[in-house]
């Protein structure tokens, strides 16, 4: 059964930081690109950040450039996404998800309906 699992959510004040996990199951996990995506209610689901199968340099949307560092260990099938600095606008539910590549297109990563995704896991961020 193909599980991915987030982790490491909550509530946080401005300026704190978070460290979500994405712990996954039931595929060959270093063949994927793993992404993240965040939904606010009422809006539609945003690209924050993808890593390649390859470990090469991950994307990131621009407003979370210079404050989130995505990362992987393959040795552990997870990913982690490290968010300092974090703002009110970073509140939101926070999933991650996995394909055979990031899929970039004018500037922006795109949700086509990945693979596998998680359920995911709330982060607040209160000011």
């Known amino acids: 059964e193909v599980q991915l699992e987030e982790s490491g959510g909550g509530l946080v004040q401005a300026g704190g930081s978070l460290r979500l996990s994405c712990a996954a199951s039931g595929f060959i996990f270093e063949d994927y690109s793993i992404a993240w995506f965040r939904q606010v209610l009422g809006k539609e689901r945003e690209g924050v950040s993808c890593i390649s199968s390859s470990d090469g340099p991950a994307y990131y949307t621009d407003s979370v450039k210079g404050r989130f560092t995505l990362s992987r260990d393959n040795a552990k099938n997870t990913v982690y996404l490290q968010m300092n600095s974090l703002k009110p606008e970073d509140t939101a539910t926070y999933y991650c998800?996995?394909?055979?590549?990031?899929?970039?297109?004018?500037?922006?990563?795109?949700?086509?309906?990945?693979?596998?995704w998680g359920k995911g896991i709330r982060v607040t961020v209160s000011s």
């Open positions: 998800a996995a394909d055979l590549g990031c899929v970039v297109k004018s500037g922006r990563l795109i949700d086509y309906g990945q693979e596998y």
